[in-house]
């Protein structure tokens, strides 16, 4: 069985720890009333804030630019102000009908969180209506849902090696090694990318 955190690690390259803070771990979670998966906290540590391939980003919860809790509260916000019972949505578009939620809520204790996103308008919400193996929903940007049952880091890996992670057709493979780029911590700094270890795609 593939270990896919070190397995991801691996195709990003040594771990940074540039802003690794168990303290700000807890905070987050007590703010949020919730527990982020392990895998999860341990990528964002190695490497956020970062941008991934081009598209992927991670926020990290000890900076305050590119602040992961700030992040996910605003984008709780913006979901939860999506009339959902107005839209009527086909059974195809809505998440409630697709993956048998009883009610669609973001930032709730049993709700959906949103734990990472692309600049193609992906976003990946961890879904938190129980304590069972980890799940994720995607939103494609263009309304489309998928669901993952998964941990976060094989949904990494796969998404990096170029597998549909946001639904059919979402793939954003980019052959050779995951380009990495760090973002800027202050309005002058201009952080240069760089290329994780050669993975032979």
């Known amino acids: 069985m593939i270990d896919y955190l070190a397995a991801t690690m691996a195709m990003l390259g040594p771990a940074e720890n540039r802003y690794a803070n168990p303290a700000a771990w807890e905070r987050l979670h007590t703010q949020l009333d919730i527990q982020l998966p392990t895998d999860y906290q341990a990528l964002v540590d190695a490497y956020a804030p970062i941008q991934l391939n081009g598209h992927l980003y991670l926020h990290h919860p000890a900076t305050e630019p590119w602040n992961l809790g700030q992040w996910i509260r605003d984008t709780v916000r913006a979901w939860n102000d999506v009339p959902w019972d107005e839209l009527d949505l086909d059974a195809d578009e809505d998440p409630r009908a697709l993956f048998g939620l009883t009610e669609l809520t973001f930032g709730t204790r049993n709700g959906l969180w949103p734990i990472t996103s692309t600049d193609r308008g992906e976003t990946i919400f961890l879904m938190t209506e129980d304590d069972t193996a980890p799940r994720f929903l995607v939103e494609d940007g263009e309304g489309g849902w998928a669901r993952y049952d ?12 170029g597998e549909d992670m946001a639904g059919l057709n979402t793939s954003a493979f980019y052959p050779g090694p995951v380009q990495l780029r760090r973002l800027p911590m202050t309005a002058d700094e201009r952080p240069q990318p760089w290329t994780g270890p050669d993975r032979g795609m």
């Open 150 to 161: 998964m941990s976060f880091a094989e949904w990494l890996y796969r998404y990096l090696i």
